[in-house]
C-alpha cells in the first residue's frame, strides 16, 4: 500500500519566518492531496489540497507544491503567526473501488514563537 | 451548523470492559471512517464504511467493530479493551463518490481513550 513519510516532526519558526513542510509518497496511483491543521483539542481541518494535474496551488499565506515525477509534495506558510502553531498533517489519496482511501503523514508540530 | 460529534470526548476504563464511542454527522455524508492517532504515527484508518450496511476493515481493525445502520451514525466498538488501544480517536465522514469535492474530510473533535 501506499507510504507517506511527513518531515520534520517538530519545526520552531520565528514570527514572520517562513515554513516548510514536505511528504514524500510511494504510490503513484495517489491523485490527491490535502493538508491538514489540528489545533490542540480538536480534530485535524483542510486547510488546502492539491490535484495530481497540479503543480502549485496558493491561497493567501499558505501554499503548496506536488512533484509527481519525484512524488513528494511541500507546505509552504509566509509570514508565520501565532496561530499558526498547530500540528499538520500531510496525506496522499488512492481512488481505487470507487472508494478514496488516506494515507496520512506522522504529522509536524509547528511552533511559532512570539 | 455542520459538523461530525463524537461522544464521549474523554473516557477512562479498564481492560476489558465493553465500551462503544459514538458518531453522528448531519450532513447527508455517504462515507465514514474511523482512525485512531498516536504520537509519531499521524492517524490510522481503523475501519470505514462507504454507505449504510457497508463496511469494510482499514489498515488497524484487530480489537474494534463497527456498525453502519442509519447513514449518519457509525459508532466504535470495543467489546474487549486492552492497553494497547489507548491512543486519541477521531471519527470522519465525506461525500460518497460523484460529488465534488468528493474527498474532503470532515472530522469530529476526538476522544480521549485510555484503557487501564
Known amino acids: 500500500g501506499e507510504n507517506v513519510e511527513q518531515h520534520p516532526s517538530t519545526l520552531s519558526v520565528q514570527e514572520g519566518d517562513s515554513a516548510v513542510i514536505k511528504c514524500t509518497y510511494s504510490?503513484?496511483?495517489?491523485?490527491?492531496f490535502p493538508w491538514y491543521k489540528q489545533e490542540l483539542g480538536k480534530g485535524p481541518q483542510l486547510i488546502i489540497d492539491i490535484r495530481s494535474n497540479v503543480g502549485e496551488k496558493k491561497d493567501q499565506r499558505i501554499a503548496v507544491t506536488l512533484n509527481k515525477t519525484a512524488k513528494h509534495f511541500s507546505l509552504h506558510i509566509t509570514e508565520t503567526q501565532p496561530e499558526d502553531s498547530a500540528v499538520y498533517f500531510c496525506?496522499?489519496?488512492?481512488?481505487?473501488?470507487?472508494?478514496?482511501?488516506?494515507?496520512f503523514g506522522s504529522g509536524t508540530k509547528l511552533n511559532v514563537k512570539p | 451548523e455542520a459538523q461530525v460529534t463524537q461522544n464521549p470526548r474523554y473516557l477512562i476504563t479498564v481492560t476489558g470492559k465493553k465500551l462503544t464511542v459514538t458518531c453522528s454527522q448531519n450532513m447527508n455524508h455517504e462515507y465514514m471512517s474511523w482512525y485512531r492517532q498516536d504520537p509519531g504515527l499521524g492517524l490510522r484508518q481503523i475501519y470505514y464504511?462507504?454507505?449504510?450496511?457497508?463496511?469494510d476493515k482499514g489498515d488497524v481493525p484487530e480489537g474494534y467493530k463497527v456498525s453502519r445502520k442509519e447513514k449518519r451514525n457509525f459508532p466504535l466498538i470495543l467489546e474487549s479493551p486492552s492497553p494497547n488501544q489507548t491512543s486519541l480517536y477521531f471519527c470522519a465522514s465525506s461525500l460518497g463518490e460523484g460529488s465534488e469535492p468528493y474527498n474532503e474530510q470532515f472530522f469530529g473533535p476526538g476522544t480521549r481513550l485510555t484503557v487501564l
Open positions: 496525506a496522499a489519496i488512492i481512488t481505487r473501488y470507487n472508494f478514496n482511501k488516506f494515507y
Open positions: 504510490d503513484s496511483a495517489s491523485n490527491y
Open positions: 464504511s462507504m454507505n449504510v450496511e457497508v463496511t
